[in-house]
């Protein structure tokens, strides 16, 4: 069954269609629910939940791969993306810039996410002159972080 309703399934076709230049790899990291219970042993609530949506996301595009990990057992490639908790998804392009989501990528943050697939693919953030000229400044190595809560 679809997450996604059908018309909104077409309209981020059309637009991964249109806006999509690169590939972009969709390198998901979830912990899976486990066949035994274990005593103080958190379960991931939404890790399936979301998997599900980066198949069904990854299957809009030909340019788009999926790629998916248990971080217990791939400690040295969660490592190697800086991923430490799931749900966690890496968006990598073909430029060296990379997009890391935590959590479930529902209400607002979903559009987020397909804008980021598309700047991703571009290989070029959508800012202004005057923004890349200040950027172009920074000399030391920086490390963004974005929170946002659903409301």
């Known amino acids: 069954m679809a997450i996604i309703a059908e018309r909104d ?3 981020i076709t059309q637009m991964f269609d249109e806006n999509l230049t690169e590939p972009v790899r969709m390198v998901y990291f979830t912990v899976p629910k486990s066949m035994i219970y274990v005593p103080g042993r958190a379960e991931c609530e939404t890790c399936d939940d ?3 949506l980066m198949e069904e996301i990854s299957s809009f595009s030909d340019k788009l791969s999926l790629e998916v990990h248990n971080l217990q057992q791939e400690r040295d490639e969660a490592a190697k993306y800086g991923v430490d908790r ?4 890496v968006l990598e392009g073909q430029s060296k810039g990379r997009v890391r989501f935590y959590g ?7 559009s987020t996410l397909i804008q980021d697939i598309q700047v991703v693919s571009k290989g070029e953030p959508v800012l202004s002159e005057a923004t890349k000229d200040a950027l172009g400044q920074i000399t030391d190595p920086i490390h963004i972080r974005v929170f ?3 409301t």
Do not use: I
């Open 9 to 11: 399934r077409q309209t």
């Open 50 to 52: 979301v998997q599900k």
């Open 86 to 89: 799931v749900p966690a998804l």
């Open 104 to 110: 479930a990528p529902t209400g607002y943050e979903f």
């Open 148 to 150: 946002v809560t659903p």
